[in-house]
């Protein structure tokens, strides 16, 4: 639709209610006569199909009228398809008996036409105004008809019957056609039906979704936003159009979209059209289906026949082959071939019968048959293929069964063979090997004459005749299955040069079996050799044991003599075992008690260097002790020898009488015992000559860590009075400190204290000054005045003997002081003396009394920094006594200022003067307080490291007494472990 007349349309719309409501003067036409009572109506106009070709649609069109001021509006709702650039309709219309219409019915007229006059749609200029004029009086009535568009046009995309409802009667949910302008919308077709079959009824009700598209500008504006949208059903009744032809299975509809407008009703009405499946569409799918079901079971026919035919064929071949497997499968081949034919005969036939009487037979019944010759058809197709697979199969089995018969014959010929040779090959070498043992164990008699060689060659001598017997049997029974191989090759060699099968396979299988003859005959001339050697090895092994034996019984007699030598030898070895066992536990108890010792230390001490020390002293112990363990353990290890070295040689002598009775092989028993127990004897020998020395290096061992643990433990006691010694100096040196903090916090309460009396005495003489000035009418004022004035003299008392106290105290902390320096003199010289004790033992004792020294020095120091605590105590107290007096006094002064005032202004000077000082007072006498209560704090701090300094330097001389005694003790017990 154009721009211009889209606007114009809108304004007609929109000024719809101003038509139907406004009171104008041009509404109602000056000309018409409302005095004549002659009927003069337009008793229909419409618009018809034959007089607006291609304009309209189909239907006619009626117009409805609006009626207002006496003035009638007609309005001929279009359909929406009609193209917005048709203005011109011819329209049919009916009158009024004895009247006249102008413009004449049938005539041409811009019904489409709309006026504006600035910028109001003009009633009087839109569409067309017919006159009707009676013929008897002349009198005339006007008509305004104007021709509109509908808004909403049916949206074909989104219209459908809706399948939730409809399900069981719809086929498919094709998307429809509709025409805007005829007002149609059609579902599917004949040819292409939405409505199942099977429905039969001459109406049907189906749910429907029809959806509408408004006209908009080009800016997407809606032109009709006065106009509700219509109401359309959801469920629309259809009905079977004709009982003949295509119009037994056409289903039509009316769908009315109804406007309101204005409060009349407007009703645009759609034919919906609906097809269904015809009967003879049906039976023509169903002859197909049927037609298809029988090629496919004549294909499956054809396809089993070839399947059965190379089965058989199949099955002569692996009967030929003596393969049962392949002729198994043939046969199976063959049978699901018989039944695939079968059953494919069976659909043919059936087929044939349905496809006869489908014109005849009823559609459900033909839709049954249909069904199973097509699923029977399907069936035979599969069963056909799967013959044909079968076949194809047991084919391919058939025709390699020979090859692979022939080739499995060579296979298994070669690998006989090469077992054989294998086997053959093992025992030629086994022979060999024997043959050389045996040679060798022969020559190695004439030049070993000790007795481990000739006792291993002897073993090797009797182990190589053992094995040239069992190399012989090998070869033996390697060249009967050599032997037995060659028979099955030249067998499996015939088999294939018989078969006639591909030549690829043949030839391969030829090879195979060739090379199989081959293997097999080297495998029998290598075990005839073999069988040869292993005889040669078990004749050379039987020679050389009776040389063995002979050399033997020569070598067991010096053997014999050599176990005598050893079994002195042992005796002398036991005897020093013994000793070394003594003298290891002697060890061993010393470094037992040194450790014992270092571990009790151990325990009192928490520098690391001190436990380093302490931890080496008992790792020397601990290793003397183990050394003494393993002497003794040696000292045991030779006694058993010795008399193992004892028994040998008696056994020894025991097997040289045997073998000196017989010359001949039977002796070698005997001469190998002699062997084996002079060699016990030898071995006896060298265990008592270690132990010997074993025992004596653990008796030095033990000697050196019992030294090594009692220095150890001297240097670790020496140690620990260096170490209090230290700590008792630093505890000195804090108590120092703490007495440095006390004389300077003494001192700054001393001078509070000073400041505190001056300003007590200020206030007094004030005081006094003011009671002096009272005259004697006065007596209130001067009976407040000498309250104040013995106030003040308190304060004056209490800050002078707070005074005093403090003076005391900051006295009796530089005496603390003092002493406390000298105690950290003494407790650093008490340092050094134990420092020097570690570096000299001989100055052990100068460290305990420089320790006992400063313990003294630090029990005065304690005592004094008690009584400066004592002192500050006591200064606080006064102190404090001093304030709360300052304070009274400065309140007596206050009351009594004011009855001074009230009788004699002139002193408020006085007065004045007299509060300030006693201000000054009581602030001075706060001071006071807080430097008294920082030098008590002081001197206890003072006081507890005095404490602390006492019990560190009476530690130190513990210790270093301790450590005295404990070095004494050490010396004694190193020099008796020298001894």
Do not use: W
């Not at 001339?525 to 063995?548: F, G, L, N, P």
């Not at 008992?618 to 058993?640: L, Q, V």
Request: charge should be negative; aromatic fraction near 2%; glycine fraction near 4%.
């Amino acid at each position: 639709m154009k721009k211009n007349n889209l606007k114009e349309v809108l304004l007609f719309l929109s000024s719809f209610l101003l038509i139907v409501s406004c009171e104008k003067n041009k509404v109602i036409p000056e000309d018409e006569n409302l005095e004549s009572a002659i009927p003069k109506e337009i008793k229909s106009f419409k618009l018809e199909p034959s007089n607006n070709e291609e304009k309209i649609g189909a239907d006619d069109i009626e117009a409805q009228v609006v009626e207002s001021n006496g003035q009638k509006v007609y309005i001929l709702l279009l359909p929406n398809g009609v193209k917005s650039e048709t203005k011109e309709f011819t329209p049919t219309i009916t009158t009024s008996e004895n009247t006249t219409i102008s413009p004449e019915s049938g005539s041409p007229q811009q019904l489409g036409n709309i006026s504006m006059v600035e910028g109001v749609f003009d009633l009087s200029q839109s569409g067309i105004e017919y006159t009707v004029k009676s013929d008897e009086d002349q009198s005339i009535k006007k008509y305004r008809v104007i021709a509109v568009r509908a808004p909403d046009g049916v949206d074909s995309a989104e219209t459908s019957i809706t399948v939730e409802s409809n399900n069981d009667k719809l086929l498919t949910d094709a998307i429809p056609t509709v025409d805007n302008l005829n007002q149609t919308i059609t579902f599917g077709s004949l040819e292409g039906p939405n409505l199942k079959n099977d429905i039969v009824e001459d109406g049907i009700t189906l749910g429907i979704k029809v959806s509408l598209t408004r006209i908009t500008t080009e800016e997407g504006e809606d032109i009709y936003n006065k106009i509700p949208s219509p109401t359309i059903p959801t469920r629309v009744s259809f009905k079977k159009k004709g009982e003949n032809g295509d119009d037994l299975n056409t289903y039509e509809s009316i769908i009315p979209i109804t406007y309101e407008i204005e409060g009349e009703t407007f009703v645009k009405n759609y034919k919906a059209i609906i097809y269904k499946k015809s009967d003879a569409k049906v039976r023509e799918e169903l002859k197909s289906s049927i037609t298809e079901a029988k090629t496919k079971a004549e294909e499956a026919k054809e396809t089993a026949t070839e399947a059965k035919a190379t089965a058989a064929a199949a099955k002569a071949t692996a009967i030929a082959a003596s393969d049962q497997t392949a002729k198994a499968i043939a046969e199976n081949a063959e049978t699901s071939a018989d039944t695939a034919i079968s059953n494919a005969d069976e659909v043919v036939r059936k087929a044939e019968t349905t496809a006869n009487s489908a014109e005849t037979a009823s559609i459900s019944d033909l839709k049954e048959k249909t069904t199973e010759a097509t699923t029977k058809a399907e069936k035979a197709k599969q069963d056909a293929d799967a013959a044909k697979d079968l076949a194809e199969k047991a084919k391919q089995g058939a025709e390699s069964s020979k090859v692979t018969a022939a080739q499995k014959a060579a296979t298994d010929a070669l690998a006989a063979a090469n077992t054989a040779k294998q086997k053959a090959n093992k025992a030629k070498s086994d022979a060999d090997a024997a043959s050389q043992k045996a040679t060798e164990a022969k020559n190695s008699v004439a030049i070993n004459v000790d007795v481990n060689p000739l006792s291993a060659i002897l073993e090797a001598a009797e182990k190589a005749k053992q094995d040239a017997e069992t190399a012989k049997g090998e070869a033996q029974a390697a060249k009967t299955a050599a032997e037995t191989a060659k028979r099955e090759a030249e067998a499996a060699k015939s088999a294939v040069e018989a078969i006639t099968a591909k030549s690829g396979e043949t030839n391969t299988a030829a090879q195979t079996a060739n090379e199989a003859v081959s293997k097999a005959n080297e495998a029998v001339q290598i075990a005839t050799a073999a069988e040869s050697t292993a005889d040669e090895a078990s004749r050379v092994a039987d020679e050389a044991v009776k040389v063995i034996s002979q050399k033997a019984a020569e070598i067991a007699a010096a053997k014999a003599q050599e176990a005598q030598t050893a079994f002195a030898e042992a005796g002398k070895a036991n005897t020093a075992a013994q000793t070394a066992s003594t003298e290891a536990g002697e060890a061993q108890k010393t470094a037992e008690g040194a450790a014992t010792k270092a571990k009790a230390l151990a325990a009192s001490i928490t520098d690391t260097t001190l436990k380093t020390a302490v931890a080496t002293a008992t790792s020397e112990a601990a290793k003397a002790k183990t050394a003494a363990d393993n002497a003794a353990t040696k000292a045991g290890e030779a006694k058993t020898a010795a008399d193992n070295a004892n028994a040998a040689k008696t056994a020894a002598e025991a097997a040289l009488a045997k073998a000196g009775e017989a010359n001949t092989a039977e002796a070698i028993g005997y001469a190998k015992t002699a062997v084996d127990e002079a060699a016990k004897a030898v071995a006896a020998q060298k265990e008592a000559e270690a132990a010997k020395e074993e025992a004596e290096a653990a008796k030095t061992k033990a000697e050196t860590a019992k030294a090594a643990a009692e220095a150890a433990l001297k240097k670790v006691l020496l140690a620990v009075a260096q170490a209090t010694a230290q700590a008792s100096k630093e505890a000195a040196e804090a108590s120092v400190e703490e007495s440095k903090k006390v004389q300077s916090a003494a001192q700054s309460s001393a001078e509070e204290s000073k400041k505190v009396q001056a300003a007590a005495e200020a206030v007094k003489g004030a005081v006094e000054s003011l009671a002096s000035a009272i005259s004697g009418d006065t007596e209130a004022a001067k009976t407040k005045a000498t309250d104040a004035l013995g106030k003040a003299t308190t304060a004056q008392t209490a800050a002078e003997n707070a005074k005093n106290l403090a003076d005391a105290a900051q006295s009796a902390a530089q005496t603390a002081k003092n002493l406390a320096d000298t105690a950290h003199i003494a407790a650093q010289t008490a340092l050094q003396k134990a420092e020097a004790a570690v570096n000299t033992a001989t100055e052990a004792q100068a460290a305990v009394d420089a320790a006992k020294e400063a313990a003294e020095k630090a029990q005065e120091a304690a005592q004094k920094a008690g009584l400066a605590q004592t002192a500050a105590q006591t200064a606080v107290d006064k102190a404090n006594e001093a304030k709360q007096a300052a304070e009274a006094a400065k309140t007596a002064i206050d009351e009594a200022k004011g009855a001074i005032e009230a009788i004699n202004p002139a002193s408020a000077d006085a007065t004045k003067s007299a509060t300030e000082k006693a201000d000054a007072a009581v602030q001075a006498a706060n001071n006071a307080k807080s430097a008294a209560d920082a030098a008590k704090s002081a001197a206890d701090k003072a006081y507890t490291a005095a404490d602390e300094a006492l019990k560190k330097a009476n530690e130190a001389q513990t210790a270093s007494e301790a450590a005295f005694e404990a070095a004494k003790k050490a010396a004694d017990a190193v020099t008796k472990a020298a001894a």
